[in-house]
């Protein structure tokens, strides 16, 4: 039990990290992202940035969020019971 | 396009509106767009880069959200593909008619336009989900949904070569009778942001989805949805990637717990904050409505002071219909995770004593 809750609780810091570099690497290089996604014309396929970025920051905040409630103790209901 | 400066109160708004936006699609599928958008046009942003950057947001909110609700097994995967795609054939026509509407009518007219739709498809679909939601309340017959007449007739229908086996329903339909439902799903999204409050009443009382997972299911509609428009918008370069991941950021921790709290409560719950929600947007709409009328000179002029008294009104109630629908949701979290706590304790308590 103790194990397992050392675990989350390190998998949840460490999730969480990369989720908050992955924003201040957004906000540090906010000129040069904002300039990739001016549209086709502009930019050529840079424009696909702003979905590529979406779904990384998906995954990785996706993940700190979930592992950060569980960690405060909610959890969804077990099935079957 | 120029995007604007972010300031730390925007900041904290919009992530404090993601959240409880998430909290509700988590729950009901969809939802927090009706705010946000208007929320992100007080900031100043061009209507085009508010809808954008909004759906830029949702489609990995909703991926977050389908996977989370897929492990509960809620979602129905070849369902949403099937209605998804027509949908976002649905978004695309939805938009030139938005467009055609704009240029031979201005702003007022599309306005106009997308305030009737929202009070009509709201005040008969929103109903219609309100009332059965009390019904089955007041049968107190909460766990088992009834299968409707519709349902029952569209599965008996068999149209050779379009029969597709849906898990969802356990049951096989032609797909011919999907494809118009996901369009207008779309459709509606295109008109007013949020296509679930069509595709979830469809899902359940047409095809006789049970509502978990009509709710779940519409989170991989829009996820495709999402997805696509945000691909054609980021094509014309009008997605502002820091505003939607700022509201991403708070929308994530919303979602989970959405996406959980549907393990606790029993299914007409869903129906209830979905139809409590429909409504009070339905009257938000409806109270603008004078205001588009009066600047096409179809009614009297109004004052700026009427028209600024109904504007902020508007705007209440539709924050009010998302902070109504967040509070139901984390209530019944709450009291679900609390009752199984104490159930695990006393387990536990149990087993000490043996």
Redesign the interface.
């Known amino acids: 039990m103790k194990f397992t809750k050392t675990k989350l609780v390190l998998e949840t810091a460490l999730l969480g990290i990369c989720s908050a570099v992955l ?1 201040f690497l ?2 540090y290089f ?1 000129d040069t ?2 300039g990739w ?6 930019e050529g396929w840079f ?5 590529v ?3 990384v ?2 995954v990785v ?2 993940a ?3 592992h ?2 569980e960690l405060l ?7 079957n019971k | ?1 120029e ?1 604007i400066d972010l300031s730390l109160t925007s900041v904290l708004f919009l992530f404090f509106v993601g959240f409880i936006g998430g909290l509700v699609s988590g729950f009901i599928g969809s939802g927090g767009a009706f705010v946000l958008t208007p929320a992100m046009m007080s900031m100043g942003l061009p209507a085009i880069v508010a809808v954008a950057s909004n759906m ?2 949702k ?3 909703a ?2 959200g389908a ?2 609700r897929a ?3 809620q979602v129905d995967v070849k369902l949403g593909i099937v209605m998804g795609i027509p949908a976002e054939i649905g978004v695309t026509v939805g938009i030139s008619v938005q467009t055609a509407i704009k240029g031979a009518y201005g702003d007022a007219g599309s306005n106009l336009y997308v305030s009737l739709v929202f009070v009509i498809v709201l005040a008969i679909v929103g109903g219609y989900v309100l009332r059965d939601a009390w019904k089955s309340n007041k049968s107190g017959n909460e766990d088992e949904e009834q299968v409707n007449k519709v349902a029952r007739w569209l599965r008996s229908v068999h149209i050779p070569a379009t029969m597709v086996y849906f898990r969802s329903i356990n049951a096989r339909v032609s797909i011919l009778f999907i494809l118009p439902l996901g369009f207008a799903t779309g459709l509606l999204a295109a008109a007013i942001a949020v296509g679930g409050f069509i595709g979830v009443p469809a899902m359940i009382y047409v095809l006789g989805v049970p509502s978990l997972m009509a709710s779940a299911t519409e989170l991989v509609i829009a996820f495709i949805m999402g ?1 696509g428009g ?2 054609e918008f ?9 505003l ?2 700022v509201i ?2 708070g929308s ?2 919303g ?3 959405g ?2 709290g549907t ?2 409560v029993e299914p007409n719950m869903i129906k209830l904050v979905m139809g409590v929600i429909m409504i009070l947007v339905l009257l938000s709409r409806a109270i603008v409505i004078p205001v588009y009328l009066s600047t096409l000179g179809y009614i009297e002029k109004l004052t700026e002071g009427t028209i600024s008294v109904l504007r902020v009104a508007s705007f209440s109630t539709l924050a009010l219909a998302l902070v109504v629908g967040g509070g139901i949701i984390l209530f019944s ?1 709450w009291r ?2 609390r009752a ?2 104490e159930r695990r304790e006393e387990i536990e308590k149990a087993l000490v004593v043996e």
């Open positions: 924003y957004l906000f906010e992202v904002l996604s001016k549209g086709f014309k502009k424009f696909i940035a702003p979905i970025i979406a779904l920051f998906s905040h996706g700190f969020t979930g950060f409630w103790g909610i959890r969804a209901k077990a099935r | 396009m995007f830029c947001h489609f990995p909110k991926l977050v996977v989370k492990s509960f097994g997805m945000s691909i980021a094509w014309s370069g009008f997605v502002d990637v820091r939607a991941m991403l950021a994530l921790f979602i989970q717990l996406a959980m393990t606790y979290l679900g995770v199984e706590i």
